[in-house]
């Protein structure tokens, strides 16, 4: 008889921070033997079809890879345009009352219709239900985190600061240091993610991080979208609590599955006629939805600076100051989405403005692009502090509590200026450097990946 095949049950969260490394985990797992079977929400799933001009009816985007990955979509109880973003209380709501029952509906049909492989369940550490599901049917339980190590460490420790009384944090309270967490160094109340200074602890992403971390520590291998060489001590303190692997960045791969949800605009022109490191690349991601005043400020200060810019932002957004697109065509370029990896990659982007979300992070690194740093919420906050005050790899937006269109226009001077950042492009430098290494084929990223498919198909076999 020959080796039984691992198959893995894979089911992302619902936004596309986590739907890109999600998606190159699936293909990297594929890539190393294992079968897959992705399953999607519904409503990703149409955002994913529309954003790529593909029929929502037989729009499978691994077709054409050749990789043993099936594709299935499940309801997350709501109907496909349901705002999930402007409804978030409802739609966690739903996703509590319904979605676990529907995974494991889904589980317990794909394990009984083929017996003869190893099947183990890989979930965002988001949900809540995973672990259950996977001791239900005596299978392995795999948890991806899409975040860095260091907030992991810090929420995996969330009812030893509640009880310590960081969770809330209060208003009066935001220098105190924190300096009892296994694997974090120091840090200052104000550094830790919004959640924690929320005052009232049964919001909805409250919930969400509670549950998910209480339940997180029965899975049996954690696997996390960072590299030891950038996070070696909160990595090592998880991994002496349960099996951890660093296998990141996962944001990199040569396939072309479709990953974003939102349809992107070439810049790919606009750019090549721009000088080396000439232009300043600015979004806020996703997931976050800048102010009117905050934008004005940030657009004032874009014509101060006298830099090239493209600057995403999403449509319907109606935050620019009157006359700013005509003010500004000669020197920028405003777009609703784009291929951030292919921008922030071209010659001419010589810094970030990013709102520090993880997976533009890594791929700032990756291209070696200093970045400024204006957070707004969840863990971009606790980021913030790992590429300014930690990495050394970016600036601060603004030093004090508001943002000014001075200070803003000296800031991006400030990093596009070879002169006045050369000590940030040397350390991006090294970062990249140590990135690129992670992921050779004797990088430690790489081995730890090997590694967790030893531990993986070992325990199912034991």
Known sequence: MGEKKLHAIMIGFCYQGHTTPFTNLAINLASNGCAVTFVQTESVHHMLCKANGVNAANGDPFLGT?????YATISDGLPPDFDRLLYYDDHWDSMYRHFPSRMDEVVGSLISSDPQLIHFLVAD?????????ARKYNISSVSFWTEPALVFAIDYHLDVLKERGYFPIKGDEEKKVVDFIPGVRPIEAKDLMS????????STTSRIVWDAFEQVKYADFILINTLHELEDEAISAVNRKQPTYAIGPINFTKSVVPKSLWPETDCANWLD??????VLYFSFGSFAHSNKQLAEEIARGLLLSGVHFV??????????PDGFEDESKAQGLIISWCNQNEVLSNPAIGGFLTHCGWNSILETIWCGVPMICYPFFVDQPTNRKLVVDDWKVGINLCDGPSVDRKEVAEKIKQLMSAETSISLRDEMNKMRMLMHKALDEQGSSQANFNQFLKDLKAKAEA
């Open 125 to 133: 550490t988001f949900y809540s239900w995973p672990a259950a599901i």
């Open 195 to 202: 959640y924690f200074h929320d005052p009232d602890v049964s």
């Open 273 to 278: 006629s721009k000088a080396p490191g000439s």
């Open 66 to 70: 050749n990789l043993d990955i099936r």
């Open 311 to 320: 600057w995403v932002i999403r449509d319907g957004a109606d935050i620019l």
